[in-house]
């Protein structure tokens, strides 16, 4: 018979994890999975002098098609698609 045991911890030092319960019983055999939950603060490369998030949202242009997908592909289209289809 096998039973669920659901906890959120805190990591500590040295990557310590403890889980504590009373159905966890001496000489009882379990499977642990960790799944670590970072938020973006904690995230790798996120401190680095303010990750790539900090770029997020930081260019405001004034071309009302700037977010526009399809005209994006076309002026990649119309400055790379020459060299493109003469390297091929």
Do not use: C, F
Not at 47 to 53: F, L, N
Not at 58 to 80: H, L, P
């Amino acid at each position: 018979m096998s039973a669920a045991i659901k906890q959120i911890v805190t990591v500590r030092a040295g990557g310590v994890v403890e889980v504590r319960s009373s159905e966890l019983h001496e000489g009882d055999q379990a499977q642990v999975t960790v799944v670590v939950m970072r938020t973006a603060s904690t995230e790798p490369g996120a401190a680095r002098a303010g990750g790539w998030r900090r770029y997020a949202g930081a260019v405001n242009s004034t071309d009302a098609r700037a977010g526009d997908n399809e005209q994006i592909d076309a002026d990649i289209a119309a400055e790379y698609g020459n060299r493109l289809t003469a390297e091929s």
